[in-house]
T-cell receptor, first 116, second 109 residues
Framework: GAVVSQHPSWVICKSGTSVKIECRSLDFQATTMFWYRQFPKQSLMLMATSNEGSKATYEQGVEKDKFLINHASLTLSTLTVTSAHPEDSSFYIC????????????FGPGTRLTVL | GQNIDQPTEMTATEGAIVQINCTYQTSGFNGLFWYQQHAGEAPTFLSYNVLDGLEEKGRFSSFLSRSKGYSYLLLKELQMKDSASYLCAVRDSNYQLIWGAGTKLIIKP
């Protein structure tokens, strides 16, 4: 099956700093990538959808200036958490899919962010 | 609004069978997915249903009734490694995945 990687797998940072998370599709071209966050014992919450070469579409309540998403190529999307605060601590997961009618989303392994 | 309902937690015995139900109300329907998620890990794909009926894949089967807005995931010959959360997700008319909160399945020896 298709493989999606994320880097880093976990990161600890100080409050006020910015953190960049990379999401890569390793063996397929991802026309669309999704970014989710998941709090403990809760389901996935979609943050934004990004199509290669265009601006990301953010879900209601997600600050686009705080969570910067770049999808510059068909195999790479990045999420930058700017001026991180402890409440941003969460499990961030990306997924990617190709175009087509049946286009399963392939998930990355996730990035655990802890903001001190 | 859009809503996916599934039980919060279920307990079953090793070697037994368990059925996890999912009901949904969404704006449009373009398929239903089941994912397995172990604690601290990302979800992994289990099954996809877009037509009514039963899809069998090894020990796991998934059923869909579009008219009832209902699906279930059936796990047979339960193993301890099946202890995980099982997420039901529906793809709506905008091809967005709407997620249920997940069912935590606890397997006892």
């Amino acid at each position: 099956g298709a493989v999606v990687s994320q880097h880093p797998s976990w990161v600890i940072c100080k409050s006020g700093t910015s953190v960049k998370i990379e999401c890569r599709s390793l063996d397929f071209q991802a026309t669309t990538m999704f970014w989710y966050r998941q709090f403990p014992k809760q389901s996935l919450m979609l943050m934004a959808t990004s199509n290669e070469g265009s601006k990301a579409t953010y879900e209601q309540g997600v600050e686009k200036d705080k969570f910067l998403i770049n999808h510059a190529s068909l195999t790479l999307s990045t999420l930058t958490v700017t001026s991180a605060h402890p409440e941003d601590s969460s499990f961030y997961i990306c997924s990617a899919k190709t175009s087509g009618d049946y286009n399963e989303q392939f998930f990355g392994p996730g990035t655990r962010l802890t903001v001190l | 609004g859009q809503n996916i309902d599934q039980p919060t937690e279920m307990t079953a015995t090793e070697g037994a069978i368990v059925q996890i139900n999912c009901t949904y109300q969404t704006s449009g329907f373009n398929g239903l997915f089941w994912y397995q998620q172990h604690a601290g890990e990302a979800p992994t794909f289990l099954s996809y249903n877009v037509l009514d009926g039963l899809e069998e894949k090894g020990r796991f089967s998934s059923f869909l009734s579009r008219s009832k807005g209902y699906s279930y995931l059936l796990l047979k010959e339960l193993q301890m490694k099946d202890s995980a959360s099982y997420l039901c997700a529906v793809r709506d008319s905008n091809y967005q995945l709407i997620w249920g909160a997940g069912t935590k399945l606890i397997i006892k020896p």
